[in-house]
């Protein structure tokens, strides 16, 4: 699993969105296609990402919910509002930092 060198502060989650794959020229590789995706049109596309892997929690996560015990934790996949909270790339993967707050769903394990 690749790492990332930041970690969440306060009532904050780190998520793991996406593998990146992309070409030498930083076009989005899409698999058996000629399709070249303009660098805006990427950006736009990985912005809008809204589930993730947990990865970190921060100290206050869930903090303003008195009684309630946290709504996930490290590895489970979450939904979350689209937009929400601040996107980076690094060793080849896109993050976000998102606020605990923007949380919308956590998938179950299916038996």
Not at 11 to 28: Q, Y
């Amino acid at each position: 699993m690749s790492t990332t060198s930041f970690e969440p502060s306060g009532p904050r989650l780190l998520l793991k969105l996406c593998e990146l794959d992309r070409n030498e020229d930083g076009t989005r590789k899409i698999e058996g296609s000629q399709l070249i995706m303009l660098e805006e049109t990427v950006a736009k596309e990985e912005n809008a990402h809204t589930e993730g892997t947990v990865v970190a929690i921060g100290e206050l996560a869930w903090y303003d919910f008195p009684g309630q015990k946290p709504w996930a934790k490290v590895g489970d996949v979450i939904k979350f509002v689209r937009y929400a909270g601040q996107r980076y790339e690094e060793n080849n993967c896109l993050w976000a930092i998102i606020n605990d707050q923007d949380m919308t769903g956590k998938k179950k394990e299916i038996l």
